[in-house]
Structure formats: C-alpha cells, structure tokens
C-alpha cells in the first residue's frame, strides 16, 4: 500500500480550478521531485495536500497511510504525519522557535516532551544546520534572515519527524552555502526517518546529495510526464517548452 495516494484530484482557488484530475503516488522513502512552469499548480498542490482551506478540493481524494484525509483539518493531517515546509515561512511574534516546535510535538504525540532529551536533540540538529543556538530563543521567524527562515523549517522537519514531507521551493532565495546546509539537513531527516518526500523546485541544487526516485512534470493542473532522476537533467538542458507544445 503506498504512504500517499492521490486519485483524480481537482482542487479550485477562488473558483478557479487550478489542479484537474491529478494522480500521484508515494511509498515510504521514497523522493519525489515535482517540477513545472510558474503557474503550473505546483504550490497550489503542497497546500492541498496539508489542507489549507484556501484551496478547495472538489473532486478526488487524498489517502495518506491507508486514510482518506480529503475532509480532515491541516492540524490532523499533521498529527497523521503530514508536513509541509512554506515557500516563504510567516514571522509568528510572542512564541520562540524552541517553544513551537515542543508545543508541536506535544501535539503531534500526545504526550508531554522529556526536556532535557528534546534540547539535546534540538541542539544537535541546529548544529548540524549551522544555526546559532540562540535563534532557538528568538520569536519564531521574526528579524530571521530568509537563509535562517528556511533552516528553520528543516529543523522543525528533523525535529517532528513526519512520514512525508511536503518541501515547497525550500531552496528559493538562498546562497550556494546555504543551499548546501539545508540539502544536508533533508538528507539526514531522509537517513533518520525513511520519511517519503515531495520536492516542490525550480532550482536543482538543492537535490545534488538527494538521490531522486521519481521527478514529476506539472503544466496546466496535471502531470504530464514521470521520469527518475535523469528527468532533471533533461529540463536543465533543455526547460520546459518541450512540455508546453
């Protein structure tokens, strides 16, 4: 049984339908690369994946573990295992980055976080991010450069531990160091985890030490072609005109 099943799914934003009759299916541990031309659909489906309840499914559904999650809130979702890092993560004033993400693994598990374990952890982790120890303290995302926005949300993913995560243009805006940390952070959730990824990218640098199952072509709300790894290399060379004919 595959971790994600996504069967003829059509979703509107503002009565605009923007995904049409979509299929997509993850296993456990595996990556998948989603690529396409602005305006392909691409975010609109990291949000309707997490139910983001600005974009509205209207036919189809969303199997996540054996589960059909179509109708129910992004908070279960998350709880199930879902996680979706943001395109351009939102500043969260009076709440520090170390208090939401243990308030959110409370959530998440149910049960009260062992302190002395879960700082250990976070510290380790935001070592491994070249995060300076006290951005933990600081109001969540507010005064962060875009860089530390983004190792941010890594370190939640590495700290939550989901079963898939959603990654949408994680690598937008960053420097070639930058892009370097945040693909070794993926890379040692995906060592840790077998958790299932979902890469939303324009860019491919970020997927130099990812090793790639499946890279997926969205123009116009629909896949239109899946390939391996060797996909990427194809829309380096020559874009994606060669889809739009």
Do not use: W
């Amino acid at each position: 049984m595959p971790l994600l099943n996504v069967e003829n799914l059509s979703v509107s934003v503002e009565n605009k339908q923007v995904l049409k009759n979509l299929n997509l299916q993850l296993n456990e541990g595996e990556v998948h690369v989603l690529m396409g031309p602005n305006g392909a659909g691409k975010s609109t489906l990291g949000n309707a994946l997490m139910g983001n309840p600005v974009y509205t499914q209207t036919s189809g559904k969303i199997v996540f573990d054996g589960v059909d999650v179509s109708q129910e809130s992004t908070d279960k979702r998350a709880k199930a295992g879902m996680f979706l890092s943001f395109q351009n993560p939102l500043e969260v004033p009076g709440i520090s980055l170390e208090t939401f993400i243990r308030s959110a693994i409370q959530q998440k598990t149910g049960e009260r976080v062992k302190l002395f374990q879960f700082q250990k952890e976070l510290q380790a982790n935001m070592n491994l991010l070249n995060m300076n120890e006290s951005y933990a303290k600081r109001d969540l995302n507010v005064g962060f450069s875009g860089g530390e926005r983004k190792k941010s949300e890594i370190l939640q993913l590495l700290m939550l531990k989901p079963k898939f995560a959603i990654l949408d243009e994680t690598d937008s805006g960053l420097d070639v160091d930058a892009v370097r940390t945040v693909s070794k952070g993926i890379a040692e959730y995906q060592k840790n985890q077998n958790g299932a990824l979902l890469i939303i990218t324009h860019s491919t640098k970020i997927l130099e030490s990812i090793k790639v199952d499946y890279t997926h072509i969205l123009v116009n709300g629909t896949i239109i072609k899946t390939g391996d790894g060797s996909l990427i290399d194809e829309i380096n060379e020559k874009g994606f005109d060669q889809f739009l004919k």
